[in-house]
């Protein structure tokens, strides 16, 4: 081994190291009083991760002529600063700022967990509903989202569908949560949001989004479950299955009712998990619509169905195979779809026919209010220098294909972007 790549294993070993040293905490822990006292033990958290990185879009002339979307080039998709302050037993309050661009407010809430079944949380934070929004950026395995969650200014399929929100939500645990127990665990979470997404404003139409969302693990708690991953090689199985329900106003003046159900799977560096997300979206008739009939009578687009779905399959090698540091290397495979705008007829899923009734055939690839369907393949690998999170190397493909034209200059138009995306995270 040459000295420079001895030195580079150094570094980053090293900074591993530091980074795994403070895994348990929010990030580093600056100051700390009472400590022996667990009724009045105060401290203070700094921490952060960014996520460099390089996309090389492989467009071909179609999809670069009705797509305004290319990012070719370096990235920095993230550069988060967050903080945690435990004010007393019961009280901490956390913010978290992202830096890229204009600042912009990520989390800023205070939360007390009062019991394991009673946690309540005011202020900004990811809404209870989707299980791919239960892991916070950092925590995520591939380099985004399932397809059909917004990504801005990249898509916005099924807009509605914020990540954060503004409001109040009510969660906890039932059963037995000690460390290695095996029995089952019920968990739930209920959320009142202004329905205006992150950094919204004021909620001007006096009209709220509810969530709920309730997940049973039925094989005990897993280790390492706030990674999308199995990290932490838990030595038995864990399986867990949810459901979830919204309700909101949108921005398009449409009444939003969805459902959602998903499954997940951990055991010995296996990570696997399935969701399906539907929604109904129209106009609210001025009954038993929770008030949306005041403020979501009259949409700006058709009524709708919007729905979308992922399965998702990961391996993370042995760490025997990777000498003295504990590293990994993770093996990871996607398929996931959306159709944003179906016409209420036809089915369940409702159709995209052209001739279907109440169907508008999407005249922008782009377009956020009625946006064509599409699936995409994701297949990739996660570079650990030592198991943590935190710290790791991603390298993603992802081929889209679109399955419903639309229709530019007279002509049904179908386009498959694909791209290579690198992309380094570290954080504390």
Known sequence: MSRLNRLLLVAVTGAAMLLASHSASAGVRVWENNKDDPDT??????????????????????????????????????????????????????????????????????????????????????????????????????????????????????????????????????????????????????????????????????????????QLHILGLAQGRQWESDLARNASPHVSVAAGGYTNCDQFGNWDRGFTTDAEFRYQG????????????????????????????????????????????????????????????ELLVRWDQVTPFAAPSGGFLGSTSPTARGFSQPTNYDDQSVAPARWRTTVGVNWYPIRLQSLRLSLNYQFTYQTEPIVANGQDILLSPSLIWLQLTAGI
């Open 270 to 329: 296996i990570y696997a998990s399935a969701s399906f997300v539907y929604f109904n979206n129209g106009p609210a008739s001025g009954g038993n619509d929770l008030g949306y009939g005041q403020f979501c009578g009259k949409g700006q687009v058709p009524p709708n169905i919007g729905s979308g779905g992922h399965v998702q399959a990961q391996y993370l090698l042995p760490a025997g195979w990777f000498g003295p540091t504990g590293g990994g290397l």
């Open 41 to 214: 033990y105060q401290y203070f958290d700094v921490g952060g991760f960014v996520q460099p990185g390089f996309l090389w879009e492989q467009d071909d002339p179609t999809t670069a002529q009705y797509s305004q979307n290319h990012n070719t080039g370096f990235y920095l998709q993230r550069a988060r600063v967050n903080v945690a302050l435990q004010l007393t037993k019961y009280f901490i309050a956390r913010f978290e700022l992202e830096m890229t661009g204009v600042p912009a407010l990520q989390d800023a809430y205070v939360e007390s967990d009062i019991f394991s079944w009673l946690h309540i949380r005011a202020g900004q934070f990811l809404v209870p509903f989707l299980q791919t929004f239960q892991f916070g950026e950092a925590n995520i395995s591939f380099l985004d989202r399932e397809i059909y969650t917004p990504l801005a200014p990249l898509r916005g399929f099924l807009p509605y569908l914020s990540p954060r929100d503004v409001g109040l939500s009510i969660s906890g645990m039932v059963g037995d949560v000690s460390p290695g127990a095996k029995r089952p665990v019920f968990e739930y979470a209920l959320g009142l949001f202004n329905g205006k997404g992150a950094n919204g404003g004021a909620n001007t139409n006096n009209a709220f989004e509810y969530t709920a969302r309730l």
